[in-house]
T-cell receptor, first 114, second 112 residues
Framework: NAGVTQTPKFRVLKTGQSMTLLCAQD?????MYWYRQDPGMGLRLIHY???????AKGEVPDGYNVSRLKKQNFLLGLESAAPSQTSVYFC?????????????FGPGTRLTVT | AQSVTQLGSHVSVSEGALVLLRCNYS??????LFWYVQYPNQGLQLLLK??????LVKGINGFEAEFKKSETSFHLTKPSAHMSDAAEYFC??????????FGAGTRLTVKP
């Protein structure tokens, strides 16, 4: 069981370039999430998905798009990267549960936009 | 709306000393509460969680936390710090299935 994996681990972009971050989970979880982590701000939710083919906006969605074509994968796209998007991005997932909203996190992707 | 405040962005303790990391939350409905730990260059790992029932929750690595509704607090403690406890700790609150809010984090340093 690999859990939640993220690709790539590191990336440097120039302003205006585009890229896609891939998140994969092998736990058959329904819910998947993308967060960004910035110093002194904790984690903030960008977008999430409650199932294959569905996505929704989180707290800080501007400048990002997502897709969930397969249950196990959740993609985060930056169409035109900006320096303000320099951050560490974490993907998380969780299954249906009647007693907890516990999320399982990937190792993160460190993105620098110059 | 829900939110989390972690008091103290940095906490430093000596090895063997008590660890106390403070977390206060705000929620309009009964929340679920979590503590996550993040080691350098890694993702977040669940330490413990409060959902319902017993208000004193025990987690991994000897950590525990107590849910105090009257004080809207969920402080994390460990009786004796170990060097391996050095990490960043995040408190989180979730009152809705897809709305987990994190605190800003507390970096714990353990001195030999």
């Amino acid at each position: 069981n690999a859990g939640v994996t993220q690709t790539p681990k590191f990336r440097v972009l120039k302003t205006g370039q585009s890229m896609t971050l891939l998140c994969a989970q092998d736990m058959n979880h329904e819910y998947m999430y993308w967060y960004r982590q910035d110093p002194g701000m904790g984690l903030r939710l960008i977008h999430y998905s409650v199932g294959e083919g569905t996505t929704a906006k989180g707290e800080v969605p501007d400048g990002y798009n997502v897709s969930r074509l397969k249950k196990q994968n959740f993609l985060l796209g930056l169409e035109s990267a900006a320096p303000s998007q320099t951050s560490v991005y974490f993907c998380a997932s969780r299954g249906f549960s009647g007693s907890s909203y516990e999320q399982y996190f990937g190792p993160g992707t460190r993105l620098t936009v110059t | 709306a829900q939110s989390v405040t972690q008091l103290g962005s940095h906490v430093s303790v000596s090895e063997g000393a008590l660890v106390l990391l403070r977390c206060n939350y705000s929620s309009s409905v009964p929340p679920y509460l979590f503590w996550y730990v993040q080691y350098p260059n890694q993702g977040l790992q669940l330490l413990l969680k409060y959902t319902t029932g017993a208000t004193l929750v025990k987690g991994i690595n000897g950590f525990e936390a107590e849910f105090k509704k009257s004080e809207t607090s969920f402080h994390l403690t460990k009786p004796s710090a170990h060097m391996s406890d050095a990490a960043e700790y995040f408190c989180a609150v979730s009152a809705l299935p897809n709305d987990m809010r994190f605190g800003a984090g507390t970096r714990l340093t353990v001195k030999p």
